[in-house]
């Protein structure tokens, strides 16, 4: 199955991500660096009580074989859905296609794809 971009279904633990990240972006705005609102996120996972693994590695396998080399996703929160933060002034499709490899490489099936660096938070969920 090919990983799509959908908008958010009925479904709690994407929203409540979702709410968090919003809560990050209108805090600190647009202009940080990654690494201070992924750590701005954290905070907020912690005190919504949202369960998470902060910058998880991903095996990558070619012919059933574990390549040396991993992916390595910002957050895994309740267990099976990923989480990946940008801080760019525009997307491209190559931060998309980064999160359908994660997927691939993971086995979940649902992501999260958030950008912190314009005015307006950016977010698309994918679905495999």
């Known amino acids: 199955m090919?990983?799509?971009a959908q908008k958010e279904e009925k479904d709690p633990q994407t929203y409540a991500v979702i709410g968090a990240a919003m809560t990050v972006h209108?805090?600190?705005g647009c202009g940080f660096?990654?690494?201070v609102y992924q750590e701005a996120l954290e905070l907020e996972f912690k005190y919504m009580g949202i369960?998470?693994?902060r910058e998880l590695d991903l095996p990558v396998r070619y012919r059933d074989q574990a390549l040396k080399v991993f992916y390595r996703v910002d957050f895994l929160c309740?267990?099976?859905l990923l989480v990946e933060l940008k801080a760019l002034a525009q997307m491209t499709n190559t931060e998309e296609a980064q999160i359908i490899?994660?997927?691939k490489a993971s086995g979940h099936s649902r992501?999260?794809?958030f950008n912190f660096g314009s005015s307006s938070l950016y977010?698309?969920?994918f679905v495999l």
């Open 78 to 80: 309740y267990g099976d």
């Open 111 to 113: 992501a999260l794809l």
């Open 2 to 4: 090919t990983p799509i």
């Open 101 to 103: 490899n994660y997927l």
């Open 51 to 53: 369960p998470y693994v």
């Open 123 to 125: 977010h698309r969920r």
């Open 33 to 35: 660096l990654e690494a």
């Open 26 to 28: 209108g805090t600190l």
